[in-house]
């Protein structure tokens, strides 16, 4: 039974990334990995000091405290540890956060907090500076005397959304003054409507079947440039292993995912419900290569094998290959030699070829318009190089997939034709490339063509079973085809192979859950997901409504109608038809009465339809 929601008195800590934009333009992808690692030295912080980091979305993060002195503690502390953790870094990409702190009432549902104080917290954050901590007043007012701060007064500010002046205060330590260690009382704050065994670290059951995790191969190369060719050897042994029907495999977002949560081989194995763990490294020097691979028993921690291999680069595929074949031979030496053989990764005739693939792919996982552009222009300079590469052609697609599914594309039903037009030209080329196969589908789908894209999502399944990539595929398209029980089901099965990567088919599960009328338990599984766009807050407008819990129903509404005014250039007043057009890009439902259910959902929380 789902719990109501949660009201409550909370301080609230909203903190962003000054110059993100300027961060990513310098180096997109170093960027994003110093952000990511910078809110995750934060969320251990916040955490140290009694808070709940509730969402990260990209370049910022809420948190919320029992106590606003833990608050400010938490900031302060970060704010000092970030700095000197950014004077040993020798370039200009250093992340710098700013931090707001607010004292207010909030909701919690579904694993997410809204309210007036959150928005609040996010205003009083654009007053502070690189490296600095501004707060409310009450906030100030809230922390003990004893405690070793300053409070400099920035006066009665007029912030956007709110009708009253709001006082805000820099926030400080005392000069020779040291920052309080967190309380052993100060307990994580655990949301009141999840079970408190929650904030443990999952354990998933080992399935009957051979199973493994490929954790990311250690780049060892000196230089950080290279960590996409170690990505990539890491990705390639993955696709291998998962186009055997008898393994179970990891997906490779939740491997990654893994080792950044873990140190410990068999922690990690438990998290993902493994009997196996690979790890290893690659050295990539001039014209050679040197890859190190190891095979662990998680279940007694034992070393089953290891190898390394000394190559010319222009073995590399034979070293993945080796590999792969090895592993699968230790793990299920049963299997029939025409499997192994279709597992082998079809090359590149030019290294080089490969190589522009290998950054292509890479860029492909950050789904922003920077990252697509970039994964275009290695894509096709791989094809300048190899006209014939199915596999560049496919990533080609995918790239154009994502924008039309993004809110940054100038012309998407462009963006469609080009899906549409290159993943057939990779199937074309390689018609056992899974990945070409569940591109097409889903330029089917969204040309309305559920029928032609069924066919082609289960000939990806018949290529590569283990995908979790065609298996989410399926369960989007199953939920919005109407076959909603299958379509749960798939999208569990993909959940089960990437645990913590689970947010497409969290979406596809709400959305089958909504057209079945099913809303408390739509809203259990879109309050899981982090951020997609509008998808998120629209859906979560249609199922309050539906419910009649009008409140909510208004606060999501607001969310997407705040959103659209950035992301589409959409006003409430605005032309209807941009909004229905917009709703039918984004939710291409094969049966046009369950579409009419969720515009009319819409409709009931104040969102034109």
């Known amino acids: 039974m789902v719990e109501p929601p949660s009201r409550k008195l909370a301080a609230i800590l909203h903190a962003d990334v000054v110059g993100s934009t300027m961060l990513v333009q310098k180096d997109e992808s170093l960027a994003h990995e110093r952000i990511k690692d910078a809110f995750q030295r934060f969320s251990k912080t916040i955490s140290a000091y009694g808070g709940t980091a509730r969402e990260i979305r990209g370049d910022a993060l809420v948190a919320e405290f029992s106590r606003a002195s833990d608050a400010v503690c938490a900031a302060l502390a970060f704010q000092s540890a970030n700095t000197d953790h950014n004077t040993g870094i020798g370039d200009e990409i250093r992340p710098e956060i700013r931090v707001g702190i607010s004292l207010g009432e909030v909701v919690v549902a579904d694993g997410t907090m809204t309210g007036a104080g959150v928005v609040l917290a996010q205003r009083l954050e654009q007053l502070a500076n690189a490296g600095g901590v501004v707060v409310q007043g009450s906030v100030s007012e809230t922390v003990p005397a004893r405690l070793p701060f300053e409070f400099e007064s920035l006066g009665e500010q007029v912030l956007k959304g709110f009708d009253q002046p709001v006082r805000a205060f820099v926030a400080r330590l005392r000069p020779g003054e040291l920052l309080p260690a967190p309380e052993s009382n100060a307990a994580p704050i655990i949301p009141p409507d999840l079970p408190a065994d929650t904030t443990k670290p999952p354990t998933l059951e080992v399935p009957d079947k051979p199973s493994i995790a490929v954790l990311p191969f250690t780049n060892i190369s000196g230089d950080p440039e290279q960590q996409y060719f170690a990505d990539g050897i890491t990705e390639n ?57 190891q095979l662990i028993d998680a279940t007694s921690g034992q070393r089953v094998w290891a190898e390394h291999y000394d190559r010319d680069l222009d073995d590399i595929f034979v070293v993945q290959d080796e590999i792969t074949n090895i592993i699968v031979a230790t793990l299920a030496g049963r299997i029939e030699e025409a499997d192994r053989h279709r597992a082998q990764h079809k090359a590149a005739k ?43 052609y496919a990533g080609l697609a995918v790239s154009y997939l994502h924008e039309y599914e993004s809110s940054w594309s100038e012309a998407p039903r462009e963006a469609l034709d080009h899906c549409y037009q290159l993943s057939q030209k990779a199937v074309a080329l390689d018609a056992a490339d899974s990945t070409a196969r569940c591109a097409l589908a889903s330029a089917y789908f969204y040309r309305n063509q559920h029928e032609l894209a069924k066919i082609q999502i289960e000939k990806a399944l018949a290529l590569n079973p283990n995908d979790y990539d065609n298996l989410c595929a ?115 439902f094969q049966n046009p009465d369950d579409f009419e259910h969720l515009l009319g959902g819409l409709r009931k929380a104040g969102l034109p339809g």
């Open 237 to 293: 042994i993955i696709t291998g292993l998962t186009r055997f029907r008898d393994l179970f495999v990891i997906a490779v977002e939740s491997s990654f995912a893994a080792r950044d949560r873990a140190a410990d081989v068999q922690q990690i194995a438990r998290q993902l419900g493994v009997a196996h763990v690979v790890e290893g490294s690659v050295r990539k020097a001039a014209n050679r290569v040197r890859v190190t691979a």
């Open 350 to 392: 030019d290294m080089a070829a490969y190589d522009y693939w290998l950054r292509g792919r890479q860029c492909l996982n950050r789904y922003t318009k920077e990252g697509e552009l970039e994964a275009r222009r290695h894509f096709e300079r791989a094809l300048e190089l190899d006209p014939g590469y199915a596999a560049a």
């Open 474 to 588: 399926k369960g989007w398209l199953l939920a919005f085809s109407g076959e909603l029980v299958e379509g749960i089901a798939c999208s569990k099965e993909a959940m089960r192979l990437n645990p913590f990567a689970p947010e497409y088919c969290l979406f596809a599960i709400g959305v089958a859950e909504y057209v079945a009328r099913r809303y408390e338990a739509a809203i259990g599984a879109f309050g899981k997901i982090g951020s997609l766009g509008l998808l998120k807050p629209a859906f979560l407008a249609a199922c309050y409504a539906q419910l009649g819990r009008d409140e909510q129903a208004r606060a999501a509404a607001a969310e997407v109608l705040e959103s659209a005014k950035t992301e589409l250039a959409i006003q409430l007043g605005e032309d209807a038809e941009r909004w229905r057009s917009y709703w039918v890009k984004q939710f291409p």
